[in-house]
DNA sequence: CTCGTCAATGTTATAATATAACGCGTCAAG
DNA sequence: CTTGACGCGTTATATTATAACATTGACGAG
């Protein structure tokens, strides 16, 4: 008789109800399929792969296959959402979507991805996207997006 | 009668030759294999996927399979000669790495990626890499190494 | 010489990541 | 009612990368 239930924690649960609200501002709609989808990916403590996610997803949707779950990342990147960490291809949610709404085309974010416990911190920095933007100016290029993924060994690993 | 004559053009044989003179600094071997790889990746003008090349390598090697490709791969890329670029999963030479010897853990460089004509520019840039130590610092972070890859439209490009 | 060892490569199989292509149901506009 | 957009299911396949074991040839120890 009772409905689903709170799917994730409650924490999880407020971020994916204004990640709703987001979507609702902007035109689109976060379906029960790309509500739980996020909600994996914020619960994961690590970034995720897809197949993994696929996995966890799949104990509770049947017929979820690799277009399911790569559909819904390209939805929630597009909204930013979900970020993709290249030297991982895992996928890791934005801690800052909730509290700002800028980020339809990204904003210009950064990783610091701990080698030991395989922990990743999303970062915005200033001084480093100035200085991309600025070398990139130097060579006549014009920019539209960076990666920058920055491999070490975190503060809580380094002890 | 003949030996197997020039693969590549001069100027890639030139800098085959310097890579070989620098491998043996270093007590390694730029075998047969090792050398035509490296050759194959910087006669491409773009960078090049570890399939296309395997493809290009079985023109005068019929064995080769990925193992092959990937484990030169490796080897090139340790040795600094070849970079890995994450967001197009392709290779491309680097262009100090015959002008300079200090590459065995990579330097600090970051690339140029055209979403137009899909080359790529590799740069050496003091200050984005300045402004990643420092905020890796500022993190507590231990940083050993940084992926740097900036999208948009080069120069010859944007006209 | 002959054996052991090592680096390099060959060889087969498989894992891991990602996309193409088509179909089906819903829902709202016209 | 028809049409078209959207969301998702479903099947198949493409692309990227690695595991595991075999073979070869060079070279020094004995
Ligand atoms: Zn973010
Ligand atoms: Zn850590
Ligand atoms: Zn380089
Ligand atoms: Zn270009």
Redesign the pocket.
């Known amino acids: 008789m009772s409905e689903t239930g709170l799917t994730f924690s409650p924490e999880i649960e407020l971020r994916l109800d204004e990640a709703a609200r987001l979507c609702a501002e902007r035109g ?2 976060l ?4 509500r739980e989808v996020l909600g994996l990916v914020l619960s994961s403590e690590q970034p995720i ?3 993994a996610l696929l996995d966890r997803l799949r104990r509770r ?8 779950v ?3 990342l390209d939805f929630l990147r597009a909204l930013g959402f979900v970020h993709k960490v290249e030297r991982l ?1 895992a996928f890791v949610g934005c801690p800052s979507a909730s509290n700002y709404v800028g980020h339809d085309q990204g904003h210009a974010v950064q990783f610091l991805i701990c080698t030991r416990c395989g922990r990743v911190t999303e970062t915005e920095d200033d001084a480093i996207a100035a200085a991309i933007a600025d070398a990139a100016e130097r060579h006549g290029f014009r920019q539209m997006r960076a990666t920058v993924e920055i491999e070490g060994i975190c503060r809580a690993c380094v002890g």
Request: avoid cysteine.
């Open positions: 689109v709609t379906t029960p399929l790309r792969g897809a197949y949707r049947r017929g979820a296959a690799p277009p399911t790569y559909r819904v291809n």
